[in-house]
């Protein structure tokens, strides 16, 4: 098997693993207060990876540039906040995921805004075209920013904001799959520890044990080893091929995932708005990976 098609294959067992993610978390989601769920959605996998990373005898743990690390893990656990509220409280997958899709726009919006160099007017169009759909999918005749779809799209600008920090560090330092999941996770879950004292001021009554504890367990192990096993496969993927933008639009077959498991699980299908909506997106954020600023990764 060539290196560009096991590159083809690992990112789409990653998209496929984030779409199993967000079902877990969806299952998960009325049992648990929200500062409680983005906790464990980081300290899950960190762990499952530290213990791998020990057993190899290859536990290094990143403290260099750790003010950078901290911006990008608060910046995450905002996204996952954003993220998982739209997951939990809206009705189906396939939104919130399409909202969350929608960091490559927000990448390079600010990308542009702190270099301020002329883009491409390819780039432009891709923007405009991917925002008409993100108001198609935020339903036009209804207050566009009232609910939880606003929420999930301000997930997408967030994880924007930790792309372009990972970016920065990236520039810095060298760091291989694992190191980077490691950062991540660790940082992560401290800043989320941090957040933790709000389930206790918010604390509402949504929480109720819908299912037994040890299915609960179950459901985080398996968001664990999903999560883990996306950071792990795309970041071998990414360093296979020599041009990210070969395999990045990719990502995007995690919509088509999310609107599977919708319904297979829930029985939903996706409206009119929805699939017109997402198909504006994907093709603007096809344009933009293959039109995007020099230097500029997005994944």
């Known amino acids: 098997m060539s290196d560009n098609l096991k590159a083809i294959v690992l ?22 207060n929200m500062p409680e769920l983005v906790l464990l959605r980081f300290a899950v996998p960190g762990l499952m ?52 899709s929608t960091s490559p726009i927000f990448i390079v919006l600010l990308y542009w805004l702190i270099d301020r160099k002329p883009v491409n ?27 939880y779809m606003a929420i999930g799209l301000a997930s997408g600008f967030f994880n924007a904001c930790s792309q372009l920090t990972f970016h920065h560090t990236t520039n810095k330092q060298q760091l291989s799959s694992s190191e980077a999941s490691l950062a991540m996770y660790f940082y992560s879950t401290a800043i989320a520890i941090l957040f933790l004292p709000l389930a206790f001021i918010l604390h509402t ?40 933008a070969s395999i990045s639009p990719l990502l995007y077959f995690v919509i088509i995932f999310a609107g599977i498991w919708d319904w297979l ?4 299908e996706p409206s009119s708005s929805t699939t017109l909506g997402s198909s504006l997106i994907i093709f603007g954020g096809i344009l933009l990976f293959f039109n995007k600023p020099a230097g500029l990764r997005l994944q």
Request: include cysteine.
């Open 11 to 32: 990112m789409l067992a990653s998209v496929f693993a984030v779409s199993v993610v967000s079902l877990f978390a969806k299952f998960i989601g009325n049992n648990l």
């Open 49 to 100: 990876l530290t213990v791998l990373l020990i057993g190899q005898k290859r536990l290094e743990f990143p403290i260099k540039y750790w003010p950078t690390h901290i911006v990008r893990a608060i910046t995450n656990v905002l996204s996952q906040y954003c993220f998982l509220i739209c997951i939990v409280y809206d009705d189906n997958i396939l939104d919130a995921i399409l909202l969350y």
């Open 121 to 147: 007017p390819i780039i432009w169009f891709s923007v405009i075209i991917s925002f008409l759909g993100v108001i198609i999918v935020l339903h036009p005749n209804e207050d566009l920013f009232d609910g």
């Open 205 to 244: 009554n949504h929480s109720v044990l819908t299912y037994p504890a040890s299915l609960i367990a179950l459901f985080f192990i398996g968001l664990g080893m999903a999560s883990l096993f996306n950071q792990l496969a795309r970041g071998i993927a990414l360093q296979l091929v020599d041009k990210v």
């Open 265 to 268: 699980v829930f029985s939903i």
